[in-house]
């Protein structure tokens, strides 16, 4: 029993605080599959280390009355199943964060759910822990989401494994089921790169084998599941890797201090040492180290810093200070474990923004070299991801940035995903390798220029993308308006969907994934147009803005103009020149924008087309009126 507060002396509290900050911290995260007792077992072990306060305790026997699963019994689960959504349903959807201590031990502990759609919420708690604790049902053994949950930990870096057998108390006890599922695990992730996996029979319900050996399992050797988390080995792997400091601010508060703060991500630096900003190249040494409480000597992986430099070097946020004497690779291509987190599918050539440490770039997956069976382990061709999926992907990035293998940091080796229209963030990475590209290509410089060509033909080179559903009348009004140019003198080229679909792109069909596809190509030809200093006229349904924006980006600011032909679809519908309308509404042709797949209107176009409501001689001339006010025709 501890001694009371008010008989605390300075020195004792002083020596309380000393024995807490050395205590050494566990960052464990329990997964599985729905109703294996996840929460029950954390809410267990908070009770029976009598770490709960009195006025926790009285609201978690109120709340077992009103949403409790077990009877009159207290329902430990309600401990750290917060959400009121959580306690109707009885699950876990958002990860749970618990910290409790011990006389040996701190621990942070991840709550994560064991529903397939909340994958996502499970790899989150995994990214940071050490050890997972794998509960499986005992009257059900090894499931698939049991196999997911412990591949993904495999894959993020998890080498400390539990698996506890949960509700064995419903099994009798049995020694014969708790081996079968024992070894059957053992025998599944023989191949997963983990240093240790323990496999433990308990009950969270009851406690057998959570705090001490249970009497009950009188048949079972091995330790109590608090007494194996107590003891395992923690190795603080990060400070014996070699310095990574991902630069997260650029203090400057006033004009004689600029120094480079972020957390440092591995490896330790001291005033002296050489670093190397890794994506420029450029070194200097460390002048001081700087933190809120006064200079350090030698700071370590973990610890938020800012550094002073001697030199004046180009640094902002995203960059990344390295070791001089061990460097990380700096590529503009990678290849990487992706785990989809998003109901929209991963497509290659969509464009999305990647996020590595501090750092954002615009990327695209250039090819998914396989998907990955999380039963089998079996590699699948794949042209799309959906989500819970996982796979290994090529990345391509607009611009080169520093990086580790996530083996060998998996703070400088992750990434997340985030689609570029709604800033959500779709997907996780791990990074495998860089890739590089052949050392014999590069850009050759040419005497003849994009303006040197443009001059030749007297005219602004421009993109007039026309994009519309079927029937809008895209390709009718980009016909007119290009003879109108040509009458003019112009120098035009003009891009058909149907007619590119017989060449370039007759390998593409009408699925999601090739649509993108299909809008890349065409959008990398408009550019090689541009360059050639034409007036390039593009008609294409391009029915996502992604696709749009991207084509956009590929050229100057003023070189692309967005027409939008807003035609109703009862107006575009009732044109149906080739029929196409009706075959989709009759389930004979899939993916057909408008009827099964959607059309996403563009916000800002540069200019809308009426099209349902005038004449196409009218609407022409619209555009014509467009060009001459932005002087790119006279």
């Given amino acids: 029993m501890s001694e009371p507060?008010?008989?605390?002396?300075?020195?004792?509290?002083?020596?309380?605080?000393?024995?807490?900050?050395?205590?050494?911290?566990?960052?464990f995260l329990t997964c599985g599959s729905v109703d294996d007792g996840k929460s029950t077992l954390i809410g267990r072990l908070l009770y029976d280390t009598k770490l709960l306060f009195d006025d926790q305790l009285a609201t978690l026997e109120r709340d077992s009355k009103k949403h409790g699963t077990v009877g009159e019994?207290?329902?430990?689960?309600?401990?750290?199943?917060?959400?009121?959504?959580?306690?109707?349903?009885?699950?876990t959807i958002d990860v749970a964060y618990r910290f409790f201590t011990t006389d040996k031990r701190k621990f942070i502990v991840a709550d994560t759910p064991g529903h397939e759609q909340y994958t996502r919420n499970m790899a989150t708690g995994a990214s940071t822990a050490d050890l997972a604790i794998l509960l499986v049902d005992a009257r059900k053994g090894i499931l698939t989401q049991t196999r997911r949950h412990a591949f993904i930990a495999s894959l993020l870096g998890i080498r400390q494994i539990v698996v506890a057998v949960n509700k064995i108390d419903l099994m009798d006890f049995s020694k014969d089921v708790f081996e079968t599922i024992r070894d059957d695990f053992t025998e599944f992730a023989r191949d997963f790169g983990f240093k240790q996996i323990v496999a433990i029979p308990l009950s969270a319900r009851f406690g057998d084998n959570v705090i001490t050996r249970s009497e009950r399992?009188?048949?079972y050797h091995g330790?109590?599941?608090?007494?194996?988390?107590?003891?395992?080995?923690?190795?603080?792997?990060?400070?014996?890797?070699?310095f990574r400091l991902p630069v997260q601010w650029v203090n400057r508060p006033n004009l004689d201090f600029r120094g480079f703060s972020g957390t440092i991500a591995g490896g330790s630096v001291r005033p002296g040492d050489r670093i190397v900003v890794a994506a420029s190249g450029r070194t200097s040494t460390v002048s001081r180290i700087v933190t809120a409480d006064g200079d350090l000597d030698v700071a370590v992986a973990g610890d938020a810093v800012t550094l002073t430099l001697a030199d004046e070097v180009d640094i902002s946020r995203g960059d990344l200070l390295v070791a001089a004497t061990d460097q990380p690779e700096v590529a503009d291509q990678f290849a990487a474990h992706v785990i989809w987190m998003s109901e929209d599918h991963l497509l290659p050539g969509r464009p999305y923004l990647v996020k590595l440490g501090a750092k954002t770039v615009t990327a695209q997956v250039t090819e998914i070299k396989h998907k990955i069976d999380v039963n089998t382990l079996d590699h699948l061709a794949a042209k799309e991801l959906a989500l819970n999926e996982v796979a290994v992907c090529n990345f391509s990035l607009s611009q080169p940035v520093g990086f580790d293998a996530y083996a060998a940091n998996r703070e400088t080796g992750a990434f997340i995903i985030i689609d570029r229209l709604t800033n959500a963030t779709v997907g996780a990475g791990m990074i495998m390798f860089g890739l590089r590209r052949a050392t014999n290509i590069h850009l050759q410089a040419l005497d003849v220029n994009k303006s040197a060509r443009a001059n030749l033909k007297g005219q602004k080179p421009v993109i007039l993308w026309f994009t519309g559903l079927s029937g809008a009348g895209k390709s009718t009004i980009a016909n007119i308006v290009e003879k109108r140019l040509l009458a003019e003198g112009r120098h035009t080229y003009m891009l058909d969907g149907d007619n590119v679909r017989h060449g370039l792109n007759r390998d593409l069909g009408f699925t999601e994934g090739d649509r993108v596809e299909n809008i890349r190509r065409v959008a990398e030809v408009s550019k090689l147009m541009i360059d050639a200093g034409l007036i390039v006229l593009v008609s294409f349904i391009s029915p996502f803005r992604a696709e749009r924006r991207m084509a956009r980006e590929l050229v100057e600011s003023d070189e692309f103009i967005e027409v939008f032909c807003d035609t109703p679809l009862d107006v575009a519908e009732s044109r149906?020149?080739?029929?196409?309308?009706?075959?989709?509404?009759?389930?004979?042709?899939?993916?057909?924008?408008?009827?099964?797949?959607?059309?996403?209107?563009?916000?800002?176009?540069e200019i809308r087309l009426e099209s349902g409501a005038k004449s196409v001689e009218d609407l022409a001339e619209e555009v014509i009126s467009l060009l001459r006010g932005r002087g790119i025709i006279a």
């Fill in 223 to 242: 330790p109590a599941l608090l007494d194996h988390l107590e003891t395992v080995e923690v190795e603080d792997e990060q400070r014996a890797k070699p």
């Fill in 73 to 91: 019994d207290i329902d430990f689960a309600l401990l750290v199943d917060g959400l009121e959504a959580e306690r109707e349903q009885g699950i």
């Fill in 5 to 27: 507060a008010e008989n605390l002396s300075a020195q004792d509290l002083i020596d309380y605080l000393a024995q807490q900050e050395n205590k050494t911290l566990l960052r």
């Fill in 576 to 605: 149906d020149p080739k029929g196409l309308y009706k075959k989709a509404r009759a389930g004979q042709i899939k993916n057909f924008t408008g009827i099964d797949s959607p059309y996403e209107r563009p916000e800002n176009p």
């Fill in 217 to 219: 399992t009188p048949w």
